[in-house]
């Protein structure tokens, strides 16, 4: 038994345990330490394990985020609330709801990358799974190890391409750890129902591979069917022990990431969040960027630099979106052009992967243009006349001075935005688009940059970050008990999302809601998901209720 958790509503959960004294105070998910009440300690053993004062949970709050704060680095901020969550989970989480903008930066990107790079030296204690090639034949065994078996969500990551920096192996257990700890924070997900997993298959990494205490599966990647074989049977024993779960794909590399997600879409609900939900939060971007301008979204015509994972998966989005608003195929067609190292994606480029296929452009459109395949981006803009330009080349400096010109000559506030990460990889930096613009650019970026001074006035910088997207596509997942999650879903969020920026922040051009609102953002894209695949609005609110969790400490029951 150990641990099973009844919802008795959104705000009052118990929790039936057999645990007892030190075993209690162990197990992070029911550790409250100094809150265990006077009648607890009685009842589960625990007299004299404690000090006496018995605390509330904002007196231990407060107690903690002031020890936090005091360590000036942020690994070491890191360290110290990952090693609360391994101590007392329900308290992290309510440090982190309360402090989300301050500490998300801490337990995700930039500083949980870090963490990663640095694994298997601050290594401390176990969180999630490692599934590795020497459990072939016996995985489902391995996630039936996992000690809450209620699974509703699950991110995976096969570790190849971890944020910007590349393959770190067993380490990036990191990132599915980070996601779900923002799940539960932005959409009320209980932690219980959720598991973080590593797919070890190896790492290409020579450093990782030759240090002594790298902690991971050592040996170089699997590849080609030995990978999908492996792929095929995680899939198969998660339908098998997690019937109800839908999988969040994390940062594989490029090709295995769409191979991955097609493979497996139409069997288990899951999605990438790399693909679909930098997609979703750059068309709402392009959504508030439309409320600002006061143009029409079938009337944008979109640059994309950077025909990645990023850059597909965006285009593929926007023109889903112009198709549902009405748009004919040969218009959409000639509404987006992508540009990659090759040049144009057109149908003279050469070994052209299939999810770049669908955006290359015939003879006909390129002579409409005037344009050749092998245009300069100056070129491309000053003939193709974009409204929107993208970024997601990963290449620094990409938006030169004279293509910012350019676009800016024939388009009022023209959309730029700059999406690589990390900062030192963006395509321009946000200081240079205004001053280039003359303060006209309507500007968002992949990776948060400081506020500057334009002409007198304070610039604050709208990020393009996918936390405002994947809870509430989970969560609207969750509640739909879907089995399979599609781009309608991502088209919601984003419109969702668009909506919710006021008019205050729209005229100080902003095209995200404040951050500190994730939680409300993210139930309303989950309910909207919902209620245009069909459910009724009471239904969703319904589900909504009994699903989202706000971190409190529950009543124990005992069992024995
Ligand atoms: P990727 O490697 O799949 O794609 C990058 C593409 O850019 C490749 O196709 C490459 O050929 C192309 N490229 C390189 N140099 C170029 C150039 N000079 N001109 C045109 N194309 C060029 O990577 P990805 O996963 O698509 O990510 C790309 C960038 O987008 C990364 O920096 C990533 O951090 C960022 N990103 C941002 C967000 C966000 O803002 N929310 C989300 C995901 C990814």
Known sequence: MQYQLIKKNQSEHEVNTDLKGIDLLSRPLL???????SEEREVFGLLG????????????????????????????QFIALNALQNRNEILFYKILYDHLVEFMPIVYTPTVGLACQEFSRIFRKVRGLWITPEHRGSISKVLKNYPFQDIRLIVATDNERILGLGDLGAGGIGIPIGKLSLYTVAAGIHPCHTLPLSLDVGTDNEELLSNPLYLGWRHPRLRGQDYYAFMDEFVESVEKCFPKAILQWEDFKKQNAFTVLQRYQSRLASFNDDIQGTAAVALAGILSGCRITGTPFKDQRVLMVGAGAAGTGISHLLKQKWKTDGLKENELFGN????????????????????KKEFAWPESLLKKYDLSPDASLLEAIEKF????????SGQVGAFTKNSILEIAKHTKQPMIFPLSNPTSHSEATPKDLMEWTQGRAIVATGSPFDEFIYNGSTIRISQGNNVYIYPGVGLGALILEATRIDDAYFATAATTLASLVSKEDLEAMQLYPD??????????IAHDIAVDQGMSPLESQRRLDNFVWTPKYPRYIPQN
Not at 515 to 524: P, Q
């Open 31 to 37: 550790n409250k330490g100094s809150a265990f009440t």
């Open 49 to 76: 394990l404690l000090p006496s004062h018995i605390s509330t949970i904002e007196e231990q709050s407060k107690r903690m985020y002031d020890e936090i704060i005091r360590k000036d680095r942020p690994l070491d």
């Open 336 to 355: 987006i052009l992508l540009k990659d190292t090759q040049g144009i994606l057109s149908t003279h480029s050469k070994d052209l992967d299939d999810n």
């Open 385 to 392: 006349k974009p409204t929107c330009l993208i970024g997601t």
């Open 515 to 524: 951050l500190s609102k994730l939680r409300e953002i993210s139930v309303k």
